[in-house]
């Protein structure tokens, strides 16, 4: 099997950088888990929303390519979801009573 046959529907999440705009927008996905960037394809629907999480961190759904390894070489992105800034998480002074 060769990089990116594997393909299956999941999603990659990580801080979100602009690549090109040339037909469908380009980006990459800085994913910490694997610490590689995932190359991240939006059609027009989603691009708008993408370009305005430019440098945030989110969470990018669909179909994925992934490495004989089971890391993602690739995901074409259906839908979007933004975390919010870590400056904007509760601290463990306001989470300390929840377990």
Request: glycine share 10%; hydrophobic share 40%; net charge negative.
């Amino acid at each position: 099997m060769r990089d990116g046959e594997y393909e299956d529907y999941g999603s990659v999440e990580g801080w979100l950088r602009v690549v090109s705009r040339y037909g469908s927008l380009l980006l990459l996905v800085d994913d910490p888990l694997w610490d590689l960037p995932v190359l991240c394809w939006a059609e027009d629907d989603v691009a708008e929303e993408i370009l305005a999480l430019s440098g945030r961190r989110a969470a990018v759904y669909g179909p994925i390519k992934y490495r004989r390894d089971g890391s993602p070489v690739s995901i074409r992105a259906e839908e979007l979801v933004e975390f919010p800034p870590f400056d904007e998480l509760p601290g463990y002074e306001q989470v300390r009573g929840i377990l």
